[in-house]
């Protein structure tokens, strides 16, 4: 004896058999339809009114038709089919990244570069995803990451934290950043940094831009003076804005130059360039397609930037 839970459950496909047998008014085209022979299509759908309990189809010499409860059963069961399929698409569509909502975190300088490029190419692919910005600063970005606020940022090296990953985008040269009436900037062409050993320096603060701070130090450093830091900001902004009002000079990496501020002037500097690192920080081992398709859309923007 057959326990009652071991009754059998109707299958999809014998839904999908009987809509195509009620769509074509035939078994056997319906049969070609589906690509299957007539007589197994005729067993699963004798098997879907056994189990239903109600005949479902009126056969005769011209066809088949509906009977009341097929009638029924049809316009209930297109439903469940099309609520069905719209579910496998947007399975389909978040299985590659297609739809969703990303948060992602920027240090300012990526405003003025890799971002903007980035944000227009991903939205003319993917323009069903809802991407949220977060301007951070990097050890921020760190922290909200492990909180699990952000899928991903663009941060400055050096990162080195356990459960995250960093990734190298671009080098970006560093820049002299002066108020527009300094002494420095009377020739024109790049600017000796040893020139500016006595002035004034605007830096982030060590504790939020350790990248940024070093560099700034190894290069004064390496032209054989120790900068005179004194003021501490703690956006590139703010930097900027500083610089603006006569208040110091600041190395800044390239991308700032397209922050136009009344008041400053930015200029390579002799010799080398020397490069700061930006790169996509992420949590590790956490497959994400939505993720992976942004970071795609962040290195193909790095790529045109290098060639420009």
């Known amino acids: 004896m057959v326990a009652p839970y071991a009754k059998r459950i109707m299958e999809l496909r014998q839904l999908r058999y009987f809509v195509t047998i009620a769509e074509q008014g035939s078994f056997s085209r319906a049969a070609e339809r589906l690509h299957i022979s007539q007589p197994p299509l005729s067993t699963q759908i004798k098997a879907l009114e056994d189990e239903i309990g109600a005949r479902l189809l009126e056969r005769s010499n011209r066809g088949v038709a509906l009977t009341a409860a097929g009638t029924a059963f049809y316009q209930d069961i297109r439903s469940v089919l099309a609520q069905i399929e719209h579910a496998a698409e947007r399975a389909r569509q978040n299985e590659r990244g297609d739809v969703g909502a990303l948060s992602i975190g920027f240090v300012s300088i990526a405003d003025f570069g890799i971002l903007p490029p980035t944000l227009k190419n991903f939205r003319a692919k993917y323009p069903q995803v809802d991407v949220q910005l977060h301007e951070l600063t990097t050890d921020a970005q760190i922290r909200e990451l ?45 600017v000796d940094l040893r020139a500016l050993a006595k002035e004034p320096f605007i830096v982030p603060p060590r504790n939020i831009g350790p990248g940024l701070y070093d560099l700034t130090l190894s290069l004064c450093q390496a032209a054989g003076f120790a900068p005179r830091i ?54 590790a081992q956490t497959p994400n397609p939505l993720r992976e398709n942004f970071i795609r859309a962040l290195q193909e923007a790095a790529q045109g930037l290098a060639q420009t």
């Open 146 to 190: 492990r909180a699990a606020e952000l899928d991903l940022s663009i941060g400055l090296a050096p990162v080195d934290e356990p459960g995250l990953t960093f990734t190298p985008l671009l080098h970006e040269p560093m820049m002299l950043a002066a108020p527009t009436a300094h002494p420095v900037l009377q020739n024109s062409g790049p």
């Open 230 to 283: 004194t003021q501490h900001a703690r956006q590139m902004q703010t930097v900027i804005g500083l610089v603006s009002c006569g208040m110091g000079v600041a190395l800044v990496p390239a991308s700032l130059r397209h922050l136009k501020r009344p008041g400053v002037e930015y200029r390579p500097l002799l010799g080398k360039p020397a490069t700061i690192e930006l790169g996509i920080l992420q949590p």
